[in-house]
């Protein structure tokens, strides 16, 4: 109960003129960078703090600002993905798989207002949990040491098979492509540099948004190019919007997916150094496996798997916060940024925020809930706006993609060298789609294999190089069998239902469903 | 506005007994003035830009807004070598700097870069170091855990903020080539990606201590989940004078983290005065102060020719230690 009184407090705070106002900017700031590929919530916070100093602004208004622009990029980054099959920001590379051949089979309006209400549901329990468990969940991330994580990271690889159903050696060899990659600059653990050939601009690795943007955004470019050339007329006008809000039959289907990836996605959250995509992922991959066992709707264009990353991914941006809070641990680079900004507000976040800054911890939750419902009631009647985004004919939308995409990651580092990275991971994207070579997997790889392999040298810098570590826990050993129950499982289960489907199953166009 | 400035200006120099510089301070005023951030927009060198620019411009050192451009890579490598080649004589540039900055130039991670590069115009702040253990941990002062370190260094597990080779694992190493430790690089360290990284693994019992900035432990410090066993600052932290210094326990080991610009070697003489006395008086003045005291930084000055001497000592010390651990040769 005197949580909700400090709630309410909470809400006295916020419910001001220029807080209202604030989130209401912020949301939509957040929703328009999100969408456009490059630019995540990371960039989006961190490029308003100078506005949001030069404004002048108090700390409470000013964290409403920045974590109203937080939501608003989680919410957005799903709308590239279903459209244009490019993903807004990293968490929002799921929403890709079921979303844009929602889309390309006429469902767009569905997939967004579907996604919206997904974001929404999501980010909304999230928030509760961040509300109501905080000091316990504080507890849970610290069972987490490095042995820990590894085997977390394990499990998001074991269970990778689940993902892309065509054909389970490229997707390994996509897996193993984005781990090489992952390999490149300083290695933490021993200062030694790898694969850098002494360019300096290869010594902090590759950013994983030049990879996506080039995997992603431009290699759809070249591949616009390449029939352009061969005189095909584009898909301009081919797609159809259809209905705008999706029926109550799939609304009412998607519940339990909700319910069941809002926990995954939170906890993926409150894990510093999990975070968001992690979320999204073991929710998409969870989620197929529960309901779509024999692998024939999911990466088709099913709404279960637009909802499941989308819920996944806002979950976890809830959850995020509260390592960030109550520890002054980021658990993901959006909240790093935030983190620095606190500090330098004079908040020291850690285990005695709640005592000392109530008001600004408080407000700053009644401001999440206030930005939530703006979101949502920004999203869904704008849907008929995006969606008109389909209408632009292919050879005006694919240069404007281009030039997005050049200025977003120029706009990050500012460095030309970047810029040539991504030409170069465009260029890669399109040969593996040649190849029909998934590319999730690669960016699962650059995405998660820097940690995994980091928390193994942890733990193994700590135990003295004793592998037993990595069994030492009770909380390792139950990962593990998750890990490899997620492995074999398929494995088992694929081979017999496979034979069974196999004679009704259509050659299907494999490169639907990267 | 413009007569103003200028007046603040001479008489800010006088009060700081520089009447002789003033004459080639006036002579030059930044234009455009810019700040390279060489990290991403909310990292530690940005807020060092923009923390300038904001006190420059609100004492009337600077008529225009600073710039402030984020530049990227190598850990400050890229804005580095881009400064020493392609904006070697801008009279308009000032670039932010750290601990983090020397270390690299020492250990030889900014390739074809040397110290003399650039010209090193401040240090204007300092946050000191401190080794921490958990609030229920065996060790109850410095001597107890380094005597544990001197007897097994693989008993205990330093978690550090920084890479390998990076000033978090130096301090620890520093602390054992004072306690006796015949081979320092058998002190173990585990590195993090950042300091609130490294107190989770401390808090969750994965290592036994942290080494890291005093502002990453204050928090937890005034929770009473963790105790700081050494404080490694000349002397006892403002406000924190119970946290006693690795000094008084008889190991003399500083840790200081600086933060300071440098800026272009070949900018005019006039421009290197203007900005070495501005930064001077924003440094000294009240609100710059208090802003220090706010966040827990101590006040570490050192400008024009001292902070080249400065620098070229802190270079000096981490090439010793790292070829002491072997990071370089």
Redesign the interface.
């Known amino acids: 109960m005197e949580t909700l009184a400090s709630l309410a407090d909470g809400f006295i705070v916020a419910f001001t003129v220029q807080n209202l106002f604030l989130a209401l900017l912020g949301c939509f700031l957040g929703t328009l960078m999100g969408a456009l590929p490059g630019l995540g919530p990371a ?1 989006g ?3 308003l ?2 506005i949001a ?1 030069s404004l002048g602004l108090g700390p409470t208004p000013s964290l409403i600002l920045l974590t109203s622009v937080y939501y608003g990029a989680m919410y957005g980054g799903r709308i590239s993905s279903i459209l244009l099959n490019i993903p807004g920001d990293e968490p929002a590379m799921m929403t890709c798989l079921d979303g844009y051949p929602m889309a390309q089979q006429g469902k767009a309006g569905e997939a967004l207002s579907l996604s919206g209400i997904a974001s929404f549901v999501g980010a909304f329990f999230a928030t509760w949990g961040l509300v109501l468990l905080a000091p316990q969940l504080v507890k849970v ?7 820990e994580y590894f085997v977390l990271f394990t499990l998001a690889f074991a269970t990778l098979g689940g993902i892309s159903s065509t054909n389970q050696a490229k997707s390994a060899f996509a897996a193993a492509l984005g781990l090489a990659i992952a390999m490149i600059g ?6 030694v540099q790898r694969f850098t050939f ?1 360019e ?2 290869l ?2 690795g590759i950013d994983f948004l030049i990879a996506i943007v080039g995997l992603f955004a431009l290699s759809e470019v070249f591949i616009f190019l390449e029939h352009h050339r061969g005189g095909a007329a584009g898909k301009a006008g081919a797609m159809q919007i259809g209905s705008l809000m999706p029926d109550m039959a799939t609304l009412k289907r998607c519940v339990p997916t909700m319910g069941r990836s809002t926990v995954i996605g939170f906890i993926a959250g409150v894990l ?2 999990a975070g968001a995509s992690l979320g999204s992922f073991l929710s998409y991959s969870l989620e197929k496996q529960i309901v779509d066992r024999d692998g024939k709707t999911f990466g088709k264009g099913d709404p279960r798997g637009v909802v499941a990353p989308e819920v996944g991914n806002n979950a976890a941006s809830g959850g995020a916060l509260v ?1 960030m809070l109550a ?4 658990g993901s680079g959006t909240t ?2 935030l ?3 606190l ?2 507000l ?1 908040i ?6 709640f005592t000392n800054n109530p008001d600004v911890v408080w407000g700053l939750i009644a401001a999440l809930f206030i930005g939530n419902f703006m979101l949502l009631a920004l999203n869904i009647p704008m849907v008929g706006l995006f969606t008109r985004v389909l209408l632009v004919p292919t050879r005006i939308l694919m240069p404007v993609v281009a030039m997005i995409s050049f200025v977003g990651i120029y706009g ?4 030309t ?1 970047d810029l040539t990275l991504m030409v170069g991971f465009g260029l890669l994207g399109w040969v593996l789609r040649k190849l029909d070579v998934p590319l999730v997997p690669v960016i699962l790889g650059i995405l998660l294999g820097n940690q995994m392999e ?1 928390n193994l040298r ?1 733990a193994m ?2 135990s ?1 190089g004793d592998w037993t570590a990595l069994f030492a826990s009770p909380l390792a050993i139950g990962l593990w069998i998750v890990a490899i129950t997620g492995f074999v499982l398929p494995i088992i289960l694929g081979r017999r239902i496979k034979s069974g489907i196999e004679a009704q199953r259509p050659h299907e166009a494999v490169s639907d469903g990267d | 506005m413009r007569i103003r400035t200028n007046f603040a200006a001479v008489a800010g120099l006088a009060i700081a007994g520089l009447v002789p510089a003033a004459a080639a301070a006036e002579d030059f005023k930044p234009e455009n003035p810019e700040c390279i951030a060489p990290s991403a927009p909310g990292g530690g060198w940005d807020f060092i830009c923009r923390t300038t620019g904001k006190f420059l411009q609100e004492q009337g050192l600077i008529t225009s807004t600073m710039q402030v451009s984020n530049m990227t890579g190598a850990g400050g490598g890229v804005a580095y070598a881009y400064v020493a080649k392609d904006r070697a004589d801008d009279d308009n540039l000032i670039v932010a700097a750290s601990n983090g900055t020397t270390s690299r130039l020492a250990q030889g991670a900014f390739p074809g870069s040397t110290p003399d590069d650039v010209d090193w115009l401040a240090t204007f702040g300092a946050e000191y170091g401190a080794i921490a253990v958990d609030a229920d941990s065996e060790y109850t002062d410095l001597k107890s855990l380094m005597d544990a370190v001197v007897a097994n260094p693989s008993s205990v597990a330093f978690a550090g903020g920084s890479a390998v080779g990076g000033y978090d694992h130096i301090k620890p190493l520093l602390l054992g080539k004072a306690a006796g430790v015949e081979d320092v690089r058998k002190v173990k360290y585990v590195a993090f990606s950042g300091g609130g990284e490294a107190m989770t693994a401390l808090l969750s019992g994965a290592v036994q201590a942290v080494s890291g900035d005093f502002s990453e432990i204050r928090g937890f410090v005034e929770s009473g989940d963790i105790r700081v066993i050494a404080v490694l600052a000349p002397e006892r932290l403002t406000g924190f004078d119970d946290l006693p210094t690795a000094k008084e326990q008889g190991y003399d080991v500083l840790g200081a983290n600086w933060r300071g610009l440098y800026m272009p070697k070949n900018a005019s003489d006039e421009a290197k005065a203007f900005w070495s006395d501005a930064i001077r008086q924003m440094a000294e003045s009240a609100e710059f102060q208090q802003y220090l005291i706010d966040a827990a930084i101590e006040p570490f000055n050192n400008f024009g020719e001292d902070a080249d001497k400065f620098v070229a000592e802190n270079i000096q010390q981490i090439t010793e230690i790292s070829k002491e651990i072997g990071i370089i040769q």
């Open positions: 960039n916070v961190a490029i703090i100078p100093f991330a610290l069972l987490f040491g490095p042995a300083v290695d933490t653990q021993t200062g002494g300096m601009h010594f902090d510093p150094g390592p520890l002054g641990v980021p790093a940024v983190l620095a900004v500090l330098s004079n020291t976040p850690g285990p005695l925020l990050i580092s500012g460095s060298f980091v942890r810098t700590i003295d």
